[in-house]
Antibody
């Protein structure tokens, strides 16, 4: 069974940093494309970043480009999101999402499969 | 700026059929936008229903189906159940970026 468990959220001051992690089980993260999605309080969903399967190609929303970095730790089967220069508008629940396979392929633009439960990030002084 | 549009709200009777749509200000939505549909109930994380226009996940009830309709992506619920009351988001791909629609609140009444 595929499972995703996010951690690392919390309260941080504007300009600060946080590193989110997503521990996965039931599949090998090294070959799967993965995505982070966030949801601000009372708002809709926003795509944040994606990482291609296998290779190291990464993709970012304009709102986080240059501040956030997505990566995977293959040995620990974990996805990370390093968030720097945080702003109040980054306050949200952050979800880790596995990209579905189409055949044997996993491209980030295929979209969204299994979601984690989310981890809350609050940026406030 | 890319804007993905959805009906803000829809109401359907139990057992009825309803179609939610997902449009784009850039033109017709095609299979190349790899439309996805996501369901979210209050207080719960989102749950994916449809990916790459028509494909269902193993957990997606058979009454949900995805398609392209009149230049938009569409999610059709046939034989609506009370537990289908939720917010539904579509997601489209635009060459390097993924963009969500604003969501449709579906009321089953």
């Amino acid at each position: 069974e595929v499972q995703l468990l996010e951690s690392g959220g919390g309260l941080v001051q504007p300009g600060g940093s946080l590193r989110l992690s997503c521990a996965v089980s039931g599949f090998t993260i090294s070959t799967s494309a993965m995505t982070w999605v966030r949801q601000a309080p009372g708002k809709g969903l926003e795509w944040v970043s994606s990482l291609s399967g296998g290779g190291g190609d990464s993709y970012y929303a304009d709102s986080v480009k240059g501040r956030f970095t997505i990566s995977r730790g293959n040995s620990e089967n974990t996805l990370h999101l390093q968030m720097n220069s945080l702003r109040a508008e980054d306050t949200a629940v952050y979800y880790c999402v596995k990209v579905p396979l189409v055949g044997q392929l996993s491209y980030y633009y295929y979209g969204l499969g299994v979601w984690g439960q989310g981890t809350a990030v609050t940026v406030s002084s | 700026q890319i804007v993905v549009t959805q009906e803000p709200s829809l109401t359907v009777s139990p057992g009825g059929t309803v179609t939610l749509t997902c449009g784009s200000n850039t033109g017709a939505v095609t299979s190349g936008n790899f439309p996805n549909w996501i369901q979210q109930k209050p207080g719960q994380p989102p749950r994916a229903l449809i990916y790459t226009t028509v494909n269902k996940h193993s957990w997606t009830p058979a009454r949900f189906s995805g398609s392209l309709l009149g230049g938009k992506a569409a999610l059709t619920l046939s034989g609506v159940q009370p537990e289908d009351e939720a917010e539904y988001f579509c997601l489209l791909y635009y060459g390097g970026a993924l963009v969500f629609g604003g969501g449709t609140k579906l009321t089953v009444l």
